[in-house]
């Protein structure tokens, strides 16, 4: 699989929970979605309701990663990791490990030096960008972008609020209206996003 950088242009809301819904629509029965996020301090807490992918993938990167904060949630799983040099190398080591699709969520002022690494399978960059406001920015950096031969796609609006919270808990926003638009989704992963079978849930004790 691959990994998808998920950023913002200017003052735009809502890149994080484009990067959760991204990490859920890559996720199945047997395979969990990585949320990789460079601009929050910790991992939100483990659900208490988690897929068996996602379980097996936090204690996966736990065990490599035993100073980073991992929390499976739902059908994904998060990785937090601090928005600076430490973090984008955690990055370079966390890719090799995983199998499955990774989105990784980070500030504007990351994005850059990111790309001048050289991690491994990062084929796509999601902007969440308000066009009416930064149309010309957008413009200058999705070019950039596809020319570093880069799939990129523009998310004009965020996700409602209720699909966000759904995307941040690690569960894919149900209908075709509550998780990223298709078209993003075919242009990102080469194909659209159905809802995923349903997983096998373990319960916390």
Excluded: N
Excluded at 33 to 38: E, I, N, S
Excluded at 98 to 114: I, K, M, N, R, S
Excluded at 189 to 199: K, V
């Amino acid at each position: 699989m691959t990994a998808t950088l998920v950023s913002r242009v200017g003052a735009a809301a809502g890149a994080r929970a484009a990067a959760a819904a991204l990490a859920c629509t890559g996720s199945e029965a047997d395979r969990a979605g990585l949320l990789v996020d460079l601009e929050t301090r910790r991992a939100p807490r483990p659900t208490l309701v988690a897929s068996a992918a996602a379980r097996e993938l936090e204690e996966r990167l736990a065990a490599h990663l035993p100073d980073a904060g991992v929390a499976s949630r739902g059908w994904i799983c998060h990785l937090a990791l601090p928005a600076d040099r430490s973090g984008i190398e955690g990055i370079a080591a966390v890719l090799p490990l995983v199998d499955e699709l990774a989105a990784v969520h980070l500030p504007p002022h990351l994005l850059q030096a990111v790309l001048e690494e050289p991690l491994a399978r990062v084929g796509g960059v999601v902007l969440r960008a308000d066009l009416s406001a930064d149309r010309a920015l957008t413009a200058l950096a999705a070019r950039d972008l596809m020319e570093r031969g880069l799939r990129v796609a523009v998310l004009k609006q965020p996700l409602g609020w209720l699909a966000s919270r759904r995307a941040l808990a690690g569960i894919l926003p149900a209908g075709s209206g509550g998780g990223l638009p298709g078209r993003l989704c075919e242009r990102l992963l080469g194909e659209s996003a159905p809802a995923p079978a349903p997983p096998r849930i373990q319960f916390r004790v």
